[in-house]
């Protein structure tokens, strides 16, 4: 059985982290790892599917966007 991680909008310590694109768009929706064809990514998605990508970098695996989002090691992207 394989066991799966469900996304979270909150960080290694218990915070919550709004998308700054999202915000600037005039949204808030809190961060959470999405997935697309490309990778992983941090990024922040609404009622109707993905709404921003906020990372620039993609990552090949959860556990390593969770590690690049937890140690602050990712670059927001500045444009939609």
């Given at each position: ?74 670059t ?5």
């Amino acid at each position: 059985m394989t066991q799966v991680e469900i996304p979270s909008a909150a960080q290694a310590d218990g915070t919550v982290q709004f998308g700054a694109l999202a915000r600037a768009s005039g949204r808030e929706y809190p961060m959470e790892i999405l997935q697309s064809a490309a990778g992983f990514y941090l990024g922040t998605y609404s009622d109707s599917g993905p709404f921003t990508r906020e990372s620039m970098q993609y990552w090949p695996t959860r556990e390593k966007a969770k590690k690049a989002w937890d140690s602050g090691r990712w670059t927001q992207r500045t444009y939609l």
